[in-house]
C-alpha cells in the first residue's frame, strides 16, 4: 500500500504551539532517515523497512505480507514519480517480466492522474511514505499527552492528537500538498472523516517524532517508527538492462 512520495523543505521555522505539530516540523527538517512500518488490514499484516530521502524525493523499502501464513517479499524503489518494484522468489514471476529482467518500471503520475486513484487502492503492496505522515502531522491540533515510553532506546512522550487538514494542507509545499489531497481522497472513499481521526504519536525527547500511529478507517491502521535522522541516503534506479517499463499496462488497465 503505497502513496506517491512526496519533497520539499519541512519547515521548522513554523510557530505553532502544539508538540507535534512543531516536532513533525523539525523531523522534515532532518530530510533522511530510516523507517520500519506496519500495516494491519483485516487478516493482511504488512511490514516495511527502508530510507527516504526528501531532498530526492525518493524511498527505497523492502516488504513482506503475511496472508493466513503465507509471505510474500517485494522491494520497491521509488524515484517520484517513477517506482521500480522486484518481485522476490517466493511470489512467483509476473507474466509481464521477460526472462533476464528482474524490475518491473512504473511512471504512475499520468495514469493516477487518470484514475483519480492512490497507491493504496492500487494494491502496490507497500508503505505511505513516512514524509507523507509527517506532512500530515503539522496540522496536529489538541495534543493530549498520554504518557511516556521507551522506543529503541530513546526516551520519548506519547500523544494523542487530532489534525486540522487545512492548517496541513497549508503548511505543506505543492508537492506535498498534492500527496495530501490525494491521502485525503483515499481516506474519504474508504469512509474516514480525517477531521475526526486521532492518531498516536510519540516524541523523543530530542524533540522529533520516533513513532506515530494512524487509523485507516475500515481497512486498519499503520503504525511508523523512524530512526537514523540525518544519515546519508543514496537511493538509485535499478540497472536499464534488468528492468522493464509496464507504465503502459497500468495505464490500460
Known sequence: MLTVLTAGCGGSGTLALDPVASAAGRTLDKQTGRFETRFDV????????????????????????????????????????????????????????????????????????????????????????????????????HAKKLGTETIDGVPTTHYRVTVDVQDALAKATPNQREALNRLLRFARKQGVDPASTTSDVWIGDDGLVRRSTQSLGRLGSMTTTFSDFGTPVHIEAPPPDETVDVSGLLQSG
Open 42 to 141: 483485516g487478516p493482511i499484516e504488512l511490514t516495511a523497512t527502508g530510507t527516504f530521502s526528501e531532498p530526492d524525493h525518493a524511498i527505497e523499502l523492502k516488504t513482506n505480507t503475511h496472508v493466513g501464513g503465507d509471505a510474500g517479499p517485494l522491494e520497491l524503489r521509488m524515484l517520484y514519480p517513477v517506482v521500480y518494484v522486484h518481485v522476490g522468489a517466493g511470489v512467483g514471476r509476473p507474466t509481464f517480466l521477460p526472462a533476464g529482467k528482474s524490475w518491473a518500471k512504473l511512471d504512475l503520475r499520468r495514469p493516477l492522474d487518470k484514475l483519480g486513484a492512490s497507491l493504496p487502492q492500487l494494491g502496490m503492496g507497500g508503505a505511505q511514505s513516512p514524509v507523507d505522515g509527517l506532512t500530515w502531522l503539522r496540522g496536529s491540533k
